[in-house]
């Protein structure tokens, strides 16, 4: 097997804020593996701010010790080599989760099924929010409006930044959309807990369907205590990047649900061993991805068709993109993420 690495920047239609950052491009690393015949493709966003990899160390470590690694694998070798691609290294998330969706797409295209297929299922359409950026409360109200317009019906707002603030941005939002669609908020670790206890419970007349992240990742007593004081679930997104950390928040009765991503976790196979260990002790499950294009989507999305969640997932990442840099994948339509029905994850090829 051939691995070859891709650096992509592609431009977003709409600047992309957060508590934590301000995206304009969505930068990754887009790894192929090639059999000679067939190419699977994965990719490693660059999110300094979440899992701080860089393009540059993912590259380094997918072109050295992960290739080193699958030395002498064939590609029908798929157990073993995504062991190995585990065990490679410390770290690197981003890296391994490139060459494991990669391993998978190989898999699939070989067999000539789609990744889902793949997986084991037949579902082709999953479902996805839409994210709204941090911004003052008319350009908030605004956005809502346009997003319900395009056919989205779960609105997730980033918040973070003050919690008084917050309120009132978030109300707005509410009033402006009606109370048809669902409204969840991500703070980005922003909130200290006391803020994050105020906010919640000030908004809970506005019908919150989940508040990710309030507090600061590493402040598991800190989100238990939010999560014992308000009535709204608690999802964990950046404290949760593998089984151990798993294990922590549900020992802290941290929070009520997990976010699953795969540069976070590593990839498809512990993402599954993620989803199954939630599941188990009960916690609801969402999937979601950082700002990611039609590869790293299009993988979450098939995981998703295989492995359903209690909560509508957070996949909007590639449609914030002005222009997809691949052929072929997934697409949108209003809130369903449309999956290919080609072999694997349905990339032919580079476009930008």
Request: charged fraction near 20%; proline fraction near 4%.
């Amino acid at each position: 097997m051939k691995l070859t690495t891709h650096l992509i920047s592609a431009p977003l239609h709409t600047p992309f804020i957060t508590a934590l950052r301000t995206a304009t491009h969505a930068d990754s690393l887009l790894v192929e593996l090639s059999d000679g015949s067939h190419s699977g493709w994965g990719e490693a966003p660059q999110v300094w701010k979440v899992t701080g990899e860089s393009l540059a160390g993912a590259q380094a470590c997918v072109e050295g010790p992960i290739a080193t690694a699958l030395n002498g694998l064939g590609p029908d070798d798929l157990t073993e080599a995504l062991r190995r691609v585990q065990n490679a290294t410390a770290g690197n998330f981003g890296a391994k989760a490139a060459v494991d969706v990669a391993l998978h797409d190989l898999a699939a295209r070989r067999l000539g099924v789609s990744l889902q297929a793949f997986l084991g299922s037949t579902v082709n359409t999953v479902r996805t929010d839409v994210t709204l950026s941090v911004g003052d409360a008319d350009a908030l109200a605004a956005a809502a409006t346009a997003r319900v317009a395009d056919g989205f019906d779960v609105l997730k707002v980033k918040v973070g930044t003050d919690a008084a603030g917050d309120v009132e941005r978030v109300r707005r939002v509410r009033d402006a959309i009606g109370p048809g669609p669902r409204l969840r908020l991500d703070a980005n670790q922003g909130w200290s807990r006391r803020d994050a206890v105020n906010a919640i419970r000030a908004l809970e007349d506005c019908d919150l369907e989940l508040v990710e992240q309030p507090v600061a990742a590493a402040d598991l007593e800190g989100m238990a205590w939010v999560t014992d004081r308000v009535n709204t679930p608690i999802l964990a997104d950046e404290s949760v990047y593998g089984v151990r950390d798993l294990v922590a928040v549900i020992r802290h009765g941290a929070a009520d649900m997990v976010n699953v991503k795969l540069a976070k976790c590593g990839g498809l196979g512990p993402a599954r061993t993620l989803l199954e260990l939630a599941r188990e002790h009960g916690l609801g499950t969402a999937v979601g991805s950082m700002m990611e294009s039609h590869v790293g989507i299009g993988a979450a999305a098939a995981l998703v068709a295989a492995y359903p969640t209690s909560a509508i997932n957070d996949l909007d990442a590639a449609w914030w993109l002005r222009d997809a840099p691949v052929i072929g994948g997934i697409r949108y339509d209003g809130s369903l993420i449309h999956l290919p029905f080609e072999p694997g994850l349905g990339v032919t090829g580079l476009s930008l």
